[in-house]
């Protein structure tokens, strides 16, 4: 007991040390510091309405409103497999986004490479590629741009959700310099035993 009592003391005021405006201090209650950097944050809240869990990010770069156009426009039926963006606000130069919080763990926490669980990543892996050929079949298509393991949470059913769509881009053809639709993979753990296998040569062609 001694030692809990001990880490919320100086647990709480960590989780405080970045003031936030006072609309939503009066809304929305911090419960954990998700991560932080100078005065920019993520933190897990909880509204004060209704108890539901959120999720609040403030940056002062200016990133969070494309963040918050990106994510209102994904369509319902992609509720509990991407966020959804629940309100934004802008404060003496600094922005506030408000989005829905996806329960479970990352894949980059579950899942350690190298393990041999080939038929479970095939399985998880066509789950990600139909959700993102939905992204892409938005008018505009909306394209993620940061798939990573930490980006891929595993919900409570064992299907892969999106977060972070925080450099993710309507498509637009026009643009006359358009981003790229992907990042380059690490490359594999290198092995002097282990022989190719069908699936290891398989790849994922960027979209569009």
């Not at 309405?49 to 002062?60: I, P």
């Not at 959804?84 to 003496?92: G, K, L």
Request: contains cysteine.
């Amino acid at each position: 007991m001694g030692l809990t009592s001990d880490f919320l003391k100086g647990f709480q005021p960590a989780l405080e040390a970045v003031p936030l405006p006072e609309r939503l201090e009066e809304d929305y209650e911090r419960v954990s510091c998700l991560s932080r950097n100078g005065g920019d944050g993520v933190w897990l809240v909880r509204r004060r309405a209704d108890g539901e869990r959120l999720v609040l990010r403030a940056a002062r770069d200016g990133a969070l409103r494309e963040e918050f156009d990106v994510m209102s426009r994904l369509p319902e039926e992609l509720r509990g497999r991407t966020p959804r963006a629940e309100a934004f606000f802008e404060v003496d130069g600094a922005e506030y986004l408000v989005r829905t919080y996806l329960p479970g763990r990352s894949l980059a926490e579950v899942w350690e490479p190298g393990e041999g669980r080939e038929d479970e990543a095939i399985k998880l892996g066509a789950s990600l590629c139909r959700l993102l050929d939905r992204l892409h079949r938005l008018d505009p298509p909306v394209i993620h741009r940061d798939i990573k393991p930490e980006n891929i949470i595993l919900s409570l059913q064992g299907e892969p959700c999106l977060i972070d769509f925080g450099i993710a881009r309507t498509y637009d053809p026009d643009r006359e310099s358009e981003p790229p639709a992907w990042a380059p993979a690490p490359p594999p753990p290198r092995s002097s035993t282990a022989s190719p296998s069908p699936t290891s040569a398989r790849t994922c062609t960027p979209w569009p």
